[in-house]
């Protein structure tokens, strides 16, 4: 039998089909890329709906709000895991411990490092100064993603209240509804190489205490805290 005779490819004909790959490459990577993104968002929105959930478990068997979300574990929340949001990545440059594992920031949004609301809500093993309010047995938990806005610690833009003291009274003149309890940060976009961020997208996920639904905010100075 005659074998028959194969062609094989020219350069030009290998050069076009890899010229058509890369264009289509280049229509369905920012579409990947969106998908990526809110399966993270999505993932996150999850974790918050499931700390409420503790949150009022744990509020069954005591009489107020817990001051840290540490608290719930292992009791009401049984994996560290639930700590971490899908999009967390740290951005604290250089000084360890603080580049070294996701959730090392807390809860603070990565463009206001300096505020002392972070300060004072930080759920990380390197919150030394309310260690007293977080677990009991220390070190359990030493990562979290998440602003909890219920927290025991004192309120640096409420001088005298703690800040579960200042969300109470929030509620209570706003009747609960949108006031948040719990918050992630970390889906917020930076505008181009820069450190600042696009306000006008609804990227900053929320809880509210009051209707317990997921709801999503921008991070701008007047409008991130409501």
Known sequence: MKSRNRKAFTLVELLTVIAIIGILAAFLLPTLRTAKHKAKMAKCANNLLQFIHAIDQFKIENPDYPDFLSNLYPSYIESQEMYICPGDYCTQGDNSPYNSHAGADGGKPWWEPDRLEYTETDDTKHNTRYS?????????????????????????WKPGYTWKEARKEDMAKEGGGRVPIVRCFWHQKRKGASDSYEADIKNVINVGVGHRNVYYSDASSQGWQK
């Open 132 to 156: 007293m309010l977080r677990n009991s047995d220390r070190g359990k938990i030493d990562y979290c993603s998440y602003l909890y806005e219920f927290c025991g610690a004192p309120c640096s």
